[in-house]
């Protein structure tokens, strides 16, 4: 009976002793782990792993081993690149032949011209030559189409760089001319026919505009070879405004530009310009006398102006010249029919012009 007792005994205490061993595992702990991830969004992540102790086929108890804890930090995004602007090139024109018909053409080349350049483009035509000129010397004005004298004074004064010459009808030079009313028609109204330059002695004469090659600095100093010296002189602001100041006998003669007869047989000089609406402009008004050649008039730029956007638009303008609507355009504008380089040498026989007459260059547009 005792060694059963002592049996049981032994059993119960082996039995406690597992207990007691099972219970003595250490205490679980949860460890949280920081880790550092860049993502865009900030998420919380955790992860839980799962352990359990069996004794004797008795769940003893269930343990929790690991906890990580994620911390999460946004990326900040780098900035979108900006897109830049392009540049706005102010493009003036001179209104040697009527204004609305210019500034039409200006506007269209200037299309052409954005679309070949990436550039923006404002067109304006002032009211004088003069006016294009303070323009380019203020910064205003960041190219122009300029008359030759135009350009001379403002190369003079601010620098101004002239890149390309006009072209008509395969010539890069055209002439100053002096008109009157033909004989015949001053004969109807009473007047004695002008027949030499001498004859304009006393004379009501227009020219152009002050600034104006042809219309005023060739024909001034014709006048003074000759000796002559006229009655009242007006500026009638632009060729075709001279034309129509001859032809309504508002005046004895004029000047403007010549340019030779067209392929067709037609005029090509100032008096073309008015024909639409008076068709015998050409029988009513007649040439006097020629001068020298002169330079064709410029395309040029104000100095300050990068000299990438010069190339740029140089390279737009001679492209455009080779397709049939810039062509188009230009002959509108200007009689235009080609663009070459420009040479600043070419331009000296305007120079020594104004030097003969006692022109003041530097106090010609003030």
């Known amino acids: 009976m005792r060694l059963h007792r002592l049996l049981a005994l032994l059993v119960l205490l082996g039995a406690m002793l597992i207990v007691l061993g099972a219970c003595a595992q250490p205490t679980p702990q949860v460890i949280e782990k920081p880790v550092t991830v860049v993502v865009e969004k900030q998420v919380a992540v955790e992860k839980q792993v799962v352990s359990t102790v069996v004794v004797e086929k008795q769940i003893v108890s269930t343990v929790v081993v690991e ?7 946004t990326a900040t995004p780098p900035p979108p690149t900006a897109t830049p602007t392009p540049p706005t090139i102010r493009m003036y024109f001179v209104p040697s032949t009527e204004a609305d018909v210019v500034l ?13 350049t990436g550039y923006k483009f404002e067109v304006a035509v002032p009211t004088s030559y003069a006016a294009v000129i303070e323009a380019l010397c203020a910064d205003k004005a960041d190219v122009a ?45 009473g007047l004695k026919p002008i027949k030499t330059l001498e004859d304009l002695n006393g004379a009501k004469f227009a020219f152009t505009d002050p600034v104006s090659t042809s219309g005023n600095l060739f024909p001034r100093a014709m006048l003074l070879d000759a000796g002559v010296k006229l009655g009242e002189e007006i500026f009638a602001g632009g060729h075709p405004q001279v034309v129509l100041a001859v032809y309504n006998g508002d ?19 100032a008096r073309r310009n008015v024909m639409e609406t008076y068709p015998d402009v050409e029988q009513r008004v ?19 102006l990068p000299q990438e956007y010069k190339d740029r638009i140089v390279t737009a303008i001679l492209d455009m010249a080779k397709s049939p609507e810039g062509l188009d355009l230009l002959g509108k504008l200007y009689n235009i029919t080609g663009l070459v380089p420009a040479v600043d040498s070419d331009y000296d026989i305007v120079r ?11 106090q010609a547009i003030k």
Do not use: H
């Not at 906890?67 to 930090?73: C, D, N, Q």
């Not at 039409?104 to 070949?116: F, N, T, V, W, Y």
């Not at 004298?149 to 001319?177: D, I, K, W």
């Not at 007649?286 to 300050?304: A, C, G, H, Y």
């Open 145 to 189: 189409w300029l008359a030759t004298f135009g350009y001379v004074l403002a190369n003079q004064r601010c620098g101004v760089e002239a890149r390309l010459t006009t072209v008509r009808f395969g010539l890069s030079t055209y002439r100053a001319q002096i008109i009157t009313l033909a004989d015949a028609e001053r004969e109807k109204k």
């Open 251 to 269: 005046v004895d003669a004029g000047a403007t530009f010549w340019s030779p007869i067209r392929p067709d047989g037609t005029i090509g000089d």
């Open 67 to 73: 906890k990580e804890v994620v911390k999460v930090v």
């Open 104 to 116: 039409a053409s200006g506007k269209q080349i200037a299309d052409l011209l954005e679309k070949r």
């Open 286 to 304: 007649k040439i006097l006398r020629l001068s020298n050649e002169i330079p064709n008039d410029t395309v040029s730029f104000r100095k300050t």
């Open 352 to 362: 020594r012009m104004g030097e003969t007459l006692g022109f003041d260059f530097s």
